[in-house]
């Protein structure tokens, strides 16, 4: 059967510290995957994509790496602060065309001050 | 840029009765709008797609008379659920594309409780 695992429902960290997340997928064939911030009682917000043929992106403070043969990508937080704290999504897409996401269960993130 | 809202933000109604959700994308254009609903602690479940103009495609297992969808303009989708019953409180939240785009942009949800 398909599924996509978030490593841990939470994680608690330090603030300064990097927070590293992971999603593990099976029985997909992702064309590419997203992550998504997520705060109490609101709608996902677009954080970044990461296309098969792409080993790794960067933006600002975030990286996510992206492994098709262990089939799993690793969000990473450098240097984060108490307002990283949120739940975060990942997300993939097998249909180009079509464009539909598939959402992993999330990991909620806690940075203590 | 990229702003989707929702309206309401917050429904309540008694079962048997219909609730329309709207979801407006505000400074784009709109080819593509998803609409997911999401239980406490739990994920996005994709509902159905929609492009404007066309009929939804709905994923397996959602009942397209049951949760009908309409996407008359390319900033306006609405999300009809006809004779409410409890179980289908939930969080519905949509998000929109544009054309050629991969991100989605999600509005704020609507919390639905039928009571």
């Known amino acids: 059967s398909q599924k996509i695992e978030q490593n841990s429902e939470a994680l608690n960290i330090q603030e300064g510290k990097t927070a590293t997340l992971t999603c593990n997928y099976t029985?997909?064939?992702?064309?590419?995957l997203q992550w998504y911030r997520q705060d109490p009682g609101r709608g996902p917000v677009f954080l970044l994509l990461?296309?098969?043929?792409?080993k790794e992106k960067r933006k600002e403070r975030l990286k996510v790496t992206f492994d098709t043969t262990l089939k799993q990508s690793l969000f990473h937080i450098t240097a984060s602060q108490p307002a990283d704290s949120a739940t975060y999504l990942c997300?993939?897409?097998?249909?180009?065309?079509?464009?539909?996401?598939?959402f992993g269960s999330g990991t909620r993130l806690q940075v203590q001050p | 840029g990229a702003v989707v809202s929702q309206h309401p933000s917050r429904v309540i109604c008694k079962s048997g009765t219909s609730v329309k959700i709207e979801c407006r994308s505000l400074?784009?254009?709109?080819?593509?709008m998803f609409w997911y609903r999401q239980f406490p602690k739990k994920s996005l479940m994709l509902m159905a797609t929609s492009n404007e103009g066309s009929k939804a495609t709905y994923e397996q297992g959602v009942e397209k008379d049951k949760f009908l969808i309409n996407h008359a303009s390319l900033t306006l989708s609405t999300l009809t659920v006809t004779s409410a019953h409890p179980e289908d409180s939930s969080f519905y939240i949509c998000?929109?594309?544009?054309?050629?785009?991969?991100?989605?942009?999600f509005g704020p949800g609507t919390r639905l409780t039928v009571t």
């Open positions: 029985n997909y064939s992702p064309a590419y």
């Open positions: 400074d784009f254009q709109a080819t593509t």
């Open positions: 990461i296309r098969e043929n792409e």
């Open positions: 997300a993939l897409c097998e249909d180009t065309g079509r464009r539909a996401l598939t």
């Open positions: 998000s929109a594309s544009v054309q050629g785009g991969y991100e989605q942009y």
